[in-house]
């Protein structure tokens, strides 16, 4: 059976998935005021970093339409829809939408879509347990099945260079986020398991934070000896490298992943930013 796997743009692609034709990339639109970004192959991050540092107010996402989802439902005989947490952007509903659209309209067919209740790491690891699966022709719903225990043993954790997003958003009030700055405090956060976010830890200094993260992790993780560690960098290549290793001190991961952040999830962690889901 064929199969095709469509991630929203705030999936991190590695390399190997930009060039494989399973993956699929359906772009968001980032608006900064007025100017707007179409989260596909032209983002250019450098600029996109700059314009938020210098935007006043904080940048917006709009979702992709459900026609951008349906136009690729008669190119495969399974379609698997990955999309950013239902909590933090329309993407999921877009998708729902769009499957009962098509279903209405050309009778059944096997789409599912699969809310991450994460994002970034957390999408592209689900995405390639999803095609490590369809490549040993499974059947779609023992995929589906098993993607959703997956997804309920997968965890997310994520630290920030910068707070002004958080600040810029509402999350934090200027006075908490001007002292925290000023006390070089970072912050480890999570996924509360249903895509909202949550502060699990913090210290004084990145690497002391880094250490804090891996230390949840450890925690947490299932199986890591059978799992892959997804780490997702915005602009800091260096940091995600000292981020693995720390883990691995800690954990005994089979793999380790390391990609770019795409424009959305660029927005979400903020130059210098670390997602991490496993």
Request: a negative charge.
């Amino acid at each position: 059976m064929s199969y095709l796997i469509l991630c929203d743009s705030c999936t991190d692609f590695t390399e190997s998935m930009e060039h494989d034709s399973h993956f699929i990339r359906i772009p968001l639109t980032l608006h900064i005021g007025d100017y707007d970004i179409i989260d596909d192959e032209t983002f250019d991050q450098k600029d996109f970093l700059k314009r938020v540092a210098e935007y006043p107010e904080c940048p917006k996402s709009s979702c992709p339409s459900p026609e951008k989802y349906i136009e690729y439902f008669e190119k495969a005989d399974d379609i698997y829809i990955v999309t950013l947490s239902s909590h933090l952007s329309g993407s999921y509903n877009s998708a729902e939408i769009a499957r009962t659209m098509y279903i209405e309209e050309h009778g059944e067919k096997n789409i599912h879509v699969f809310d991450s209740k994460s994002a970034s790491a957390g999408q592209s690891l689900i995405a390639l347990e999803i095609d490590k699966r369809a490549k040993k022709n499974m059947p779609f719903k023992q995929i589906v099945s098993e993607i959703h225990a997956f997804l309920d043993s997968m965890g997310t954790k994520f630290v920030l260079e910068t707070l002004e997003i958080l600040r810029k958003n509402g999350r934090l009030s200027n006075i908490t986020a001007a002292l925290v700055n000023v006390l070089n405090i970072k912050l480890v956060m999570s996924s509360d398991g249903n895509g909202q976010i949550e502060k699990i830890s913090q210290a004084r200094g990145m690497k002391k934070t880094i250490q804090k993260m891996a230390e949840a992790i450890k925690e947490d993780a299932v199986d890591p000896a059978n799992r892959t560690l997804y780490i997702s960098h915005c602009n800091n290549p260096e940091r995600a490298e000292f981020v693995k290793q720390t883990i691995l001190e800690l954990l005994p991961f089979r793999e380790v992943i390391i990609a770019k952040t795409g424009g959305v999830s660029s927005l979400y962690a903020a130059d210098g930013g670390i997602v991490v889901c496993y």
